[in-house]
């Protein structure tokens, strides 16, 4: 069973996608990822689409080949590992003229913790 807030992968179209649950309000299947218009789920699945649910589906993009979301403006991050594998960045950085305009951040111990702090922040 799915709850509120979980994040999940997805192959759709032959790309992995991540889900998420989020609050739905008055007409939740009105906006739900799954839903091909008001009453009419395409998701056959009763795991996630329950009529009178607190939540709907929404897709927060399609993976890289690392398993990472992209960034708030679309590139996908680059992963450094510091070398003695006990510490691990995620950044993307959006450059204009060679200055940083904007930068995202991640950080873990694990590869696998650091892609998963960066995912969770969408």
């Known amino acids: 069973m ?5 994040q999940w992968i997805e192959e759709i179209d032959g790309k992995k996608h991540m889900l998420k649950a989020v609050e ?29 649910s607190e939540y709907r589906i929404k897709d927060l993009g399609i ?12 590139e996908y991050p680059e992963i450094i590992d510091f070398g003695d594998g006990s510490y691990v960045e995620v950044h993307c950085l959006l450059r204009k003229e060679s200055e940083i ?17 960066w995912n969770r922040r969408a």
């Open 2 to 6: 799915i709850n509120l807030g979980d």
């Open 101 to 117: 305009q904007k930068a995202e951040y991640a950080y873990g111990d694990t590869r696998q913790e650091v892609i998963d702090n």
């Open 24 to 52: 739905g309000g008055e007409r939740w299947c009105d906006g739900c990822f799954f839903n091909t218009g008001v009453g009419n789920c395409s998701w056959d699945s009763p795991k996630y689409c329950r009529n009178g």
């Open 63 to 74: 993976l890289n080949k690392d398993g990472c979301l992209p960034s708030s403006w679309g």
